[in-house]
Nanobody
């Protein structure tokens, strides 16, 4: 059974940083596309960052140069380091996964989300 549990969200001022974590079980990182999505109030869900099974990373245009996705396979944990945060980064952030080596792919597994709020 696949489980994804996010943590690390919170409130921060613009220009600050946060690191999100996602504890996973039932996922084989060597054959999965892991990702972070977000949904802001009144907006559609947006793919923020992806990491393929070969370590290749893909970022959404709005976060390039500010966010970094990484994974620790020994700890079965996915991370999202977010720097230079802006008020428009305010959203619920979701950890997600899709089995297979193609990436980016729309996820089949989702966590419940962690809220990030950035104040001006």
């Amino acid at each position: 059974q696949v489980q994804l549990v996010e943590s690390g969200g919170g409130s921060v001022q613009a220009g600050g940083s946060l690191r999100l974590s996602c504890a996973t079980s039932g996922i084989t990182y060597s054959s999965a596309c892991m990702s972070w999505f977000r949904r802001a109030p009144g907006k559609e869900r947006e793919g923020v960052a992806f990491i393929a099974s070969d370590g290749r990373t893909i970022y959404g245009d709005s976060v390039k140069g500010r966010f970094t996705i990484s994974q620790d396979t020994a700890k079965n944990t996915l991370y999202l380091q977010m720097n230079s945060l802006k008020p428009e980064d305010t959203a619920m952030y979701y950890c997600a996964a899709k089995s297979g080596r193609l990436c980016p792919r729309y996820p089949e597994y989702w966590g419940r989300g962690t809220q990030v709020t950035v104040s001006a």
